[in-house]
Structures are given as structure tokens and as C-alpha cells.
């Protein structure tokens, strides 16, 4: 009986190595636990370090486009400056612009910033369009070979096409050319040419080509040649004038020059605006004095002309009325200057604005930006006239088809003195409004844009990209 106890008893109790097996099972459910928390643990962590992260690119993406708006502030002031940024600490801001560089390509300021914060840096760059009077001459329609002009310096812009275009420079005045249609260059240019169509090639071409379309080469490119480049061309203003409505008012539609400067002068405020609700013309008065005798031209540019000019033509004001002051002259019809005029010394600057049309006469002399949301045109036949600073005009006044007044004469853009007319002018002249009579000579002036450059419309600035870049460059 006994016995029989005693092995019930032992079956009842589990055996030692029974009782001992829960142990390994704890000991990995614990060990599970623990990894799973480690694992849980870290990525919180790792979520916190992203976040942190996030956060320090945001701020050094915020701080490189900074840097963009610091160098533009700077440009719009100047926009001859080039000195770009270094290092750069904003006070209450974690981090820093490391620095902003600045380029001029022919048709754009290009500006890469670059930042920093903490570790994590960011780079900007942006393309801005270079105002239009930081070029010596910029037309919304075409240049061809109608036009005479010399550029002596200073970068050239059509919207429309540049036909039969034939530069010749000096080694050192090196120009750049951009047309937003078709480009045909004869000659040698020593800077780079730039189509937004295509760029035909039958010269030389010392610098880049650069086409959205097809370069046809008849002739030689040293620089790099680039097509079918996507290509954005500034806008042309519509009303350039609007924003200096609300200067002193101009009540008559003529004054001399010496009532002109009498009204800067009066004005309390840099610059000076003056404002004509209409058309608005400019004589010498008794500045150069005017004298009606009979202006019997015989219309020679070499040629056979008789042209029997008989008007009762002023002498207009061929010796420069040195003007001023910082003056901003608008009108919103068109603006005639029958006179020559130029800045006194270093620090005068007058920039004329007009609503429609801008008409000069020959053998005048003018020193300033000259801005015309119409058509640019120059009267007397034979008499060179110059400019020197800007121009910026929707049209460059065209030949009169029905007139031999410039017919055969050199119609070259050049760079040089020597562009002497060899055409035949028969002196028929047809009264076009719209014309450029004689040669027309611009030089461009980066002292008086940079003086007129903080006053001018901002609308001129135009940003044509923006976008994150790689951090090497």
C-alpha cells in the first residue's frame, strides 16, 4: 500500500529537468523585449534626428535665397556692381551665407548663393534679367540693315530679329549681341551672340553661341556653340512713363532747356520728376540760340543728290547744354529734344521717359538713359548724332521705303569710327516721322545708369529662373 503511494506521489511532482525548462523561455521573451525597445528607442531617436535635420535645411534653403535678395538690393542700387557677398551673418539667425556669386551673362545677371547651418548646406541659384538700359541699345522689334547705327560700347538687344548684322570692333570693346528671333552676323564679334531662334554665322564670333534653334556656321566661332537652349528674353514695358505721374507737373508742351533746369533745381527731393500729361519738346532756346535761315542741303554722302532742302529750318542746339542734378523727364505722349545735352561733371544723370515716341534731331549730342515705349527716330539729313549712356525703344525708326534719303549709305551696326557712307542721296525726303536720318552713334555710360539705376522702375527687374542647386559648382 505503501508503495503504491509512493509512486503516485512521484507522479504527481514534475521532474527537476521539467521544472527548470521556463527558464530559457523567459529569458528569450525578455530578450525579444529588450531589442524591441532598443529598436523602438532608436527610432524615435533616428525621427528626432530628421526632423532636426528637416528643420536645418529649411533654414539654410531660407538663408541662401537670403543671400539672392541681399545681392539684388545691391544690383538694383548698381547694376554695375560685382563684388558679390562673403560671409554673412544674419543677427538672430542660427547659421550663415557662406557667400553669393555674381556673373553677367549677355542676356541675364546669374546669382548662386550658397548657406549654412549646423552641417547641412543649401545652395540658390537664380538667372535675373538684366534691365533693359544696362544695355547701349534694346528694341522689342527688329535691327536690320535700315538702321544706321554705331555702337562704340555696351551690349545690344532685339526682341525681334537682327538681320545682316556686321560688327567690326576693336580687340578691347568687346560687345555682346542678343536677338529673341533669328541672329545673322557678318563680320567679327568679339563678344557672344545669343538667338532665341536661329544664329547664322557668316563672320567670326570671338565668344559664345548660343541659339534656341540651329547655329549655321559659314564662318568661325572660338567660343562654346550651343542649340536648341531653352531661352527666356525679358519683357519690353508697356508704359514706362506710369510710374512718374506723380512728379511736378509739366503744364506747357515746350520748354528750353533752361526752364527744365530751373524746375530740377526748384524741386526738394532726389531725383527730381517732372511729369507732361501729353507730348513734350525741348528746345535750346537762347541756351545755342535758334536762327531761321534757309537750310539749302545738296544731300551729298558721296553721292549725286540735289536735294533742295528749302525749310525754314532752326540751327537746333549743337553745342551741349550742360545740365544738373538727378532728373527723371516723363511724358505720356511723346517726347522731341531739339537740342544737344549733356551732364555737367560726374553725378548728373537725366533719364527721359516717354509714352510714345522719342524724336531727336541731327547733330545733336545727348548724355543720359533715354526710355520710349514707342518708336525711336532721328531727323536731318547727314548730321551724326550720339548718345551716350542708353537707349531703350520699342522700334528703331525705318527707312522710308518711298525716300533715297539714306538709300545705299552704310547701315552697319559697328564699332569702330571708320564707318563712312558711300550711298547716293537724292535728297527726296519724304517727311517720315519714323526715320533715322545720318548715322546715329551710341556709346554706353555705366556712370550715368548707375546714377539713375536706384530711381528707374523696378518692373525692369526680372527674374527669368529660380531654383536649388548642386553645391558644387
Known amino acids: 500500500m505503501f508503495k503504491n503511494e509512493t509512486n503516485r506521489a512521484r507522479k504527481l511532482l514534475p521532474p527537476l529537468s521539467r521544472r527548470g525548462s521556463a527558464l530559457p523561455v523567459v529569458m528569450l521573451v525578455i530578450l525579444v523585449l529588450s531589442l524591441l525597445g532598443a529598436g523602438l528607442l532608436s527610432l524615435t531617436q533616428g525621427e528626432g534626428r530628421g526632423a ?43 547659421g550663415y551665407i557662406q557667400g553669393v556669386n555674381i556673373s553677367q551673362q549677355v542676356l541675364s545677371y546669374r546669382l548662386r548663393s550658397l548657406a549654412r547651418v549646423g552641417e547641412v548646406q543649401r545652395a540658390v541659384e537664380v538667372d535675373l534679367a538684366r534691365p533693359l538700359y544696362t544695355f547701349a541699345l534694346a528694341t522689342a522689334g527688329d535691327l536690320d540693315k535700315h538702321d544706321q547705327l554705331i555702337i562704340n560700347g555696351g551690349d545690344i538687344l532685339a526682341l525681334g530679329n537682327i538681320n545682316n548684322l556686321r560688327v567690326i570692333f576693336n580687340e578691347d570693346n568687346i560687345i555682346n549681341v542678343a536677338a529673341g528671333g533669328n541672329l545673322a552676323v557678318n563680320g567679327t564679334l568679339q563678344g557672344s551672340a545669343v538667338a532665341g531662334g536661329d544664329l547664322y554665322v557668316n563672320g567670326t564670333i570671338k565668344g559664345d553661341a ?97 536735294g533742295n532742302g528749302n525749310g525754314n529750318g532752326n540751327n537746333h542746339g549743337t553745342t551741349p547744354y550742360s545740365y544738373n542734378g538727378i532728373a527723371i523727364i516723363a511724358a505720356s505722349g511723346s517726347i522731341t529734344l ?50 551716350n549712356g542708353s537707349l531703350v525703344t520699342r522700334y528703331i525708326g525705318a527707312s522710308d521705303k518711298n525716300s533715297n534719303d539714306t538709300s545705299g549709305s552704310n547701315r552697319e551696326i559697328q564699332g569702330n569710327k571708320h564707318n563712312n557712307g558711300n550711298g547716293q542721296e537724292n535728297g527726296k525726303d519724304k ?32 527674374i527669368l529662373s529660380w531654383q536649388e542647386a548642386s553645391l558644387a559648382q
Open 52 to 94: 532636426a535635420n528637416d528643420v536645418q535645411i529649411n533654414q539654410a534653403t531660407y538663408l541662401a535665397e537670403a543671400g539672392i535678395n541681399l545681392a539684388l538690393a545691391n544690383l538694383r542700387r548698381d547694376p554695375g556692381w560685382r563684388d558679390g557677398l562673403g560671409q554673412t551673418p544674419l543677427t538672430g539667425v542660427q
Open 338 to 387: 531739339d537740342t544737344s545735352l549733356l551732364p555737367a561733371t560726374g553725378g548728373n544723370a537725366w533719364a527721359f521717359i516717354a509714352g510714345g515716341d522719342l524724336n531727336i534731331s541731327g547733330g545733336t549730342n545727348l548724355g543720359g538713359v533715354f526710355i520710349a515705349a514707342g518708336t525711336f527716330s532721328k531727323g536731318d539729313r547727314g548730321k551724326e548724332s550720339t548718345i
Open 210 to 306: 548660343t541659339a534656341g534653334g540651329v547655329i549655321y556656321n559659314n564662318g568661325k566661332i572660338y567660343g562654346n556653340k550651343y542649340e536648341g537652349v531653352s531661352l527666356t528674353f525679358p519683357s519690353f514695358p508697356g508704359h514706362p512713363e506710369a510710374p512718374y505721374a506723380s512728379g511736378a507737373l509739366l503744364e506747357q508742351d515746350t520748354y528750353t532747356v533752361a526752364a527744365i533746369q530751373a524746375m530740377v533745381n526748384d524741386t526738394d527731393r532726389t531725383p527730381a520728376i517732372l511729369y507732361r500729361q501729353g507730348d513734350l519738346t525741348i528746345t535750346a532756346g537762347d541756351a545755342d540760340g535758334n536762327s531761321n535761315g534757309n537750310d539749302n542741303g545738296n544731300g551729298n554722302g558721296n553721292g549725286n543728290g540735289n
Open 431 to 462: 517727311g517720315n516721322d519714323h526715320e533715322i536720318k545720318g548715322k546715329l552713334r551710341i556709346s554706353y555710360n555705366q556712370d550715368l545708369v548707375r546714377f539713375l539705376a536706384p530711381y528707374l522702375s523696378k518692373d525692369n527687374w526680372q
